[in-house]
């Protein structure tokens, strides 16, 4: 030692962090590289002839005359006759879509009973057919 320097016997309490930080942010850079990239595509093998591979649904047709007849798929029917239809199709391995037709003048209480038939059979492929035409009302 030479003279007139003073050395200090305290040791040193800092730490030097600014290693530390880079190491952290070389980490960080490479844990978000490796990362892969999110997708939200699900791969779907779609047929290349649509045209030739069209397949029609099975679909059959309730209607009710403003008179009060029901025609099954345009031949008229009895309510008993309509029940056992209506019971074939639901157990048909796929069910047919049933539609319902009601014409304009046709009874309330008539269009009810088809209505309650057509779910006691189970039919749960259903639907109403038309409904547009009574979207306006003539005054």
Do not use: C
Request: aromatic share 6%; net charge negative.
């Amino acid at each position: 030692m030479t003279t007139g320097e003073a050395v200090s016997k305290t040791p040193i309490s800092t730490i030097n962090t600014t290693p530390l930080i880079d190491v952290m942010l070389v980490l960080l850079i490479m844990f978000v590289i490796t990362i892969p990239v999110a997708t939200n595509s699900v791969p779907i093998d779609l047929p290349s002839d649509l045209a030739t591979r069209a397949v029609q649904p099975l679909q059959n047709t309730v209607s009710l005359d403003a008179n009060g007849t029901i025609r099954w798929n345009g031949e008229a029917v009895e309510s008993a006759e309509l029940a056992k239809l209506l019971y074939s199709t639901t157990r048909m391995p796929t069910e047919p879509q049933l539609r319902f037709r009601p014409d304009a003048g046709a009874s309330y209480d008539r269009a009810a009973q088809v209505l309650a038939a057509i779910k006691a059979s189970g039919v749960t492929n259903f639907g109403f057919v038309d409904n547009d035409r009574f979207g306006h009302f003539e005054q």
